[in-house]
């Protein structure tokens, strides 16, 4: 679980770096989905150990985020 939530909090510092670079010009789509991606890092990053059903389709809906914001819209060519 600690390792777990190392990667969490790793994967929360990239993204507010993403988010206060000032060299980056997000359009507001982009913008607005790199924040809805950091609540989901918070939340999960809070959260108590979660071993419910829903757990996995949070990663998934972050996984498919993250995605979706390096322009990946098809995932079939990545497996």
């Known amino acids: 679980m600690v390792k777990n939530k190392q990667r969490v909090d790793q994967l929360q510092d990239g993204v507010r770096s993403l988010l206060a670079k000032s060299g980056y010009a997000f359009s507001e789509e982009d913008k607005a989905l790199l924040e809805a991606i950091?609540?989901?890092?918070?939340?999960?990053?809070?959260?108590?150990?979660?071993?419910?059903?829903?757990?996995?389709?949070?990663?998934?809906?972050?996984?498919?985020?993250?995605?979706?914001?390096?322009?990946?819209?098809?995932?079939?060519?990545?497996?």
């Open 38 to 79: 950091l609540v989901e890092l918070e939340e999960m990053s809070n959260g108590e150990k979660d071993n419910s059903p829903d757990q996995i389709l949070r990663i998934l809906s972050l996984l498919l985020r993250f995605l979706k914001f390096f322009g990946i819209d098809d995932i079939s060519g990545l497996f």
